[in-house]
């Protein structure tokens, strides 16, 4: 029984009818149908911690996906299980991937803003300065994008470029 049709949960389980009757209606492939069925229950698997279980569908939904802006999000998702399991190489290089597709993904933008600014934080806890701010500057580069696609959020981000002095590197997009 497929994931999405064991949850208890009363938002999950309407979302699940509400989106498979759309996709009935909808004149769409029998592979993007089961495409979305994995993405599906690879973010209910993701939203209870499941990670290997999520990934598992994640990666049949990329694989049968042809949609480019729907496979950037299943990218992201994959990196945000990355991300929480502290593999921040996996994390970025998903992040990547992502961007690729739908280079308008701020929040993508912005989770990899974060993690090049923890492991700022790192090299500067370790003495590493010159890595520090390497590692700071590519955040800076990440949140500057970020902010350009949506100018209402990160504000802790924005802050941070201006008490920095970061916030006057002009970035190119």
Do not use: C
């Amino acid at each position: 029984m497929p994931r999405s049709q064991r949850n208890d949960n009363f938002i999950d389980k309407t979302f699940t009818v509400i989106a498979d009757l759309i996709l009935k209606i909808l004149p769409v492939s029998k592979k993007t149908k089961e495409a979305f069925a994995y993405y599906r229950d690879g973010m209910s698997a993701q939203s209870e911690g499941a990670y290997a279980e999520a990934l598992e569908n994640y990666y049949e939904a990329l694989r049968l996906e042809e949609d480019p802006y729907d496979k950037s999000y299943t990218f992201y998702n994959i990196a945000l299980i990355h991300t929480s399991n502290g593999d921040q190489t996996k994390a970025l290089e998903y992040y990547r991937q992502a961007l690729d597709l739908n280079p308008k993904m701020p929040q993508a933008l912005n989770n990899m803003a974060v993690i090049y600014h923890a492991q700022g934080e790192q090299a500067a806890e370790q003495g590493d300065m010159e890595m520090a701010e390497a590692l700071f500057d590519q955040a800076a580069f990440y949140w500057k994008q970020a902010i350009r696609l949506a100018p209402d959020n990160y504000i802790e981000a924005q802050n941070w470029l201006k008490t920095t002095g970061r916030s006057k590197l002009d970035i190119l997009i």
